[in-house]
């Protein structure tokens, strides 16, 4: 059934010239892009949308990096868009991640890894909200 999505191509990935590699892998992988802006974010904004890690030791080096610089928040679909881009984006921390995918050819390290994909149902549908309005979903 399709599904929607949230993804973020992090300031390392922007500030690096990876956009549209990212995007071109991303789209390859037969997602549609239904949603999708060049933003900023404040320290507080970052901290809202990740508001789950507010307890763990890298929650404050985390949101200082994804307040440094200019990202590329997006909404995608496809049939079982949640699971199969996590599978696309590759493990958390680089090192670990399979070859092709995302984080193996883009990320530099756990902190620096160039995408964010949403985890769940209920945390798509927070994350969609917290950077789109229901009308720029096209
Ligand atoms: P993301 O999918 O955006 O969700 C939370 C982020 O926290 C994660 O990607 C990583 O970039 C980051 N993260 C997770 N674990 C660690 C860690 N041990 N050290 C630093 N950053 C981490």
Redesign the pocket.
Known sequence: MSQRTFS?IKPDAVRKGYTGAILAEIEKAGFKIVAIKKASISKAQAQGF?HV?AERP?FG??TDFMSSGPIFPMVLEKDNAIADLRKLMGA?NPANAEEGTIRKQFAAS??E?AI??SDAEDTAAFEIGYFFAGLELI
């Open positions: 973020i990740y890690h890298f080096g985390l958390t756990i902190e890894n964010h994909g």
